[in-house]
């Protein structure tokens, strides 16, 4: 179990998940149809096309609002998806989850995966605590609307995206840059309206439901870049303000001590009267903590990280707040997208160092996969990826103990892939975004996740535990 690119021959368990992922504004299309609101990426793909690499927007995508009937057959052949009722958006979701169902699929669904209502975020969006009662409500909706067929929820998708590179770095919707300000505001408001949503389905859902309640939250792992403890002591502050800003206060109680300390002592420095980071007052910690049934976990890939001088004081922002910049190995190799490379070994180690931090949580994995550029045919790179990380959970799972439950690929099918449009595609089937029809093809790749999936091993010979 020491080596990371030996492939562990253990049986996945009988009990474990399998599936794909996929997002509502990545592959839906149908953007005003049939009544459906404008959303955030709407409004930014059509007013700031020049934002996106490719000029690429999601008014059409994967066409999946008309054609997912068809996508669940690809998914069966294999085995996530995410203001004002709409009555025909909630008809889709009731057929989507029915023809899930139907299929022996089961549905695991993120409530809000980044398409902010762009009302909603005129009237100040997740920098305002107004949106803790709004997603409160929305939440209870969607309980009340699917709760009975859906038994895994997600509360948000990724709020470090949501608020780091939606207020922080402009590298998402809305494209606020209020680094060092607005990101603290933002995940103020989304942990409560997270907590919100979770004691809403504990109060009023959970006895007649009997679901389960999370959050997404994503990270890289975080490795030293040699032995020195400085370097150790770097990326583990690294990962507390990436995870542990989010899992902290979920998992633990309240921020970590090393983020209060650092944006504290430099928000003093630049001549706030007082921190950056916002306070929780004992109540909302003890309202927030706890607020977890499992934790979805999305991770892609590893980081290195050295110990630095402080960074001088000047403009506030996350990044000098964290102290503790990262860097990749250049002979690492990679994906299309630039920070997918092949680290499978880093995915052990954070699982490992998740069940020691957060008090051993049960494990999905929501999102793991590999892009190419639209290149298809031979992929087999996508499947020595998908081996090697599987292998790693499974090296966790038995020498480490750490409980995961389930694992969902990233993604069922090409799609929008945000700021990067159509240029970075990680699906296990390729669609032709040229043709009307959108026509998708199955990848190799899909042949060796599909056997997978049917067997829960990863070589051709299995051996019991
Ligand atoms: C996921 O985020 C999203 O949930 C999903 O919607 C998306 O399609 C999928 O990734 C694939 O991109 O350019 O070095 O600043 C993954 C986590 C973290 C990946 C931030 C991109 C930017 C890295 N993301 N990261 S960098």
């Known amino acids: 179990g020491d080596d990371p690119y030996i492939i562990n021959d253990k049986y996945f368990p009988d009990s474990f998940l399998f599936g794909t992922a996929t997002a509502s504004y990545q592959v839906e299309g149908a953007w005003n149809e049939d009544g459906k609101g404008e959303n955030i990426w709407d409004r930014l793909t059509h007013t ?3 934002l996106i690499a490719d000029r690429g927007n999601g008014d059409i995508a994967c066409d999946s609002y008309h054609k997912y009937k068809e996508d669940i057959a690809l998914l069966k052949g294999l085995g996530r998806f995410a203001n004002q009722v709409n009555d025909a958006g909630v008809a889709y979701y009731k057929n989507l989850i029915k023809e899930l169902k139907d299929n022996g699929i089961e549905p695991m669904v993120t409530i809000f995966h980044w398409d902010t209502p762009q009302p909603i975020h005129e009237a100040g969006g997740f920098t305002s605590e107004f949106v803790v009662d709004y997603f409160g409500d929305y939440a209870r909706l969607v309980y009340r609307l699917f709760g009975d067929d859906v038994k895994y929820w997600l509360t948000f998708n990724e709020p470090k995206q949501i608020c780091h590179e939606g207020y922080g770095d402009a590298q998402k919707a809305p ?14 408001n989304v942990l409560k309206a997270h907590a919100r949503a979770y004691h809403i389905y504990d109060e009023e859902f959970r006895a007649t439901q009997k679901g389960q309640v999370s959050i997404v939250i994503d990270t890289p792992w975080y490795e030293p870049n040699s032995f020195s403890i400085a370097d150790a002591e770097a990326a583990e502050r690294k990962r507390q303000f990436v995870f542990g800003w989010y899992a902290n206060p979920i998992f633990n109680g309240d921020y970590p001590e090393i983020m209060k300390a650092r944006i504290a002592m430099r928000s003093e420095l630049e001549g706030f009267s007082s921190s950056r980071l916002p306070k929780f007052t004992k109540d909302e910690i003890a309202y927030i903590k706890g607020t977890y ?14 110990a630095v001088p402080e960074p001088t004081i000047g403009n506030p922002s996350w990044e000098d707040d964290t102290g503790a910049p990262e860097f ?48 298809y045919g031979d992929d087999s790179i996508r499947q ?6 599987l292998s790693n959970i499974r090296d966790a799972m038995e020498f480490d103990k750490v409980n995961v439950f389930g694992y969902t690929v990233w993604s069922l099918l090409d799609n929008m892939e945000w700021m990067m449009g159509y240029t970075e595609k990680f699906g296990l089937h390729h669609v032709d975004f040229n043709s009307p029809n959108r026509t998708r093809t199955e990848k190799p790749s899909a042949q060796y996740y599909r056997k997978v999936v049917n067997t829960h091993c990863l070589v051709d010979s299995c051996v019991n535990e």
Not at 344 to 368: C, Q, S, V
Not at 384 to 389: D, I, P
């Open 328 to 375: 990749q190995d250049p002979s690492w190799e990679g994906a299309a997208s630039h920070w997918v490379k092949l680290t499978p070994w880093g995915m052990r180690k954070l699982l490992r160092w998740i069940k020691a931090t957060y008090n051993d949580p049960a494990i999905i994995i929501t999102e793991n996969g590999y892009s190419d550029n639209g290149t």
């Open 175 to 188: 494209a606020i840059v209020s680094p060092g300000i607005g990101e603290y505001l933002c995940t103020h």
């Open 384 to 389: 020595r990826y998908y081996q090697t990380f």
């Open 48 to 50: 700031r096309p020049e």
């Open 293 to 306: 049934d499992y934790l979805g976990l999305n991770s892609y890939s590893s980081y290195l990280v050295a």
